[in-house]
């Protein structure tokens, strides 16, 4: 049985001046939603993501915002021209992992549609510029209550 998930990923403080959005969809049909132009302040996005938990008892993550290979699922964060951009030297891709999302959390969600999944992650990479790649050190994610 497939269940929704809500998600939010909160990007913490990026570069001023540069558009964020979600990638829904993947490879060339894709749209970037949700798209936020930074002011320096943390950026928060939120969007729902389908589980389903295989025979073995793990949880498989579906839906247009999911992205990658069965066990190593992530999301992606589009930046500056990947987002719509266009006047930016920016194009980047920030990958989200969907790992260490345990079954208690995803039944604690299930039964109390008050919870979300929430990650935060850094805004600025080391080069003082948009984060990119794979979030590195990742915290994971946690349980949250809906705004």
Request: glycine content about 14%.
């Amino acid at each position: 049985m497939k269940q929704e998930l809500l998600l939010r990923i909160i990007l913490e403080n990026p570069p001023a001046g540069v558009d964020y959005g979600i990638q829904k969809g993947g490879g060339s049909l894709y749209e970037t939603i949700q798209i936020q132009k930074s002011s320096g302040k943390s950026l928060v996005f939120e969007f729902p993501i389908t589980v389903k938990f295989e025979e073995d008892g793990l949880p498989n993550f579906l839906g247009a915002f999911v992205q990658g290979p069965s066990g190593q699922r992530f999301i992606y964060v589009d930046i500056g021209t990947l987002a719509g951009q266009k006047e930016t030297s920016w194009s980047r891709r920030l990958k989200i992992p969907l790992t260490g999302i345990g079954a208690n959390d995803i039944r604690e969600i299930i039964s109390d549609p008050g919870k979300i999944l929430e990650t935060k992650v850094p805004g600025i990479g080391k080069d003082h510029g948009p984060n990119c790649g794979t979030v590195k050190p990742f915290e994971g994610w946690h349980l949250s209550t809906k705004y």
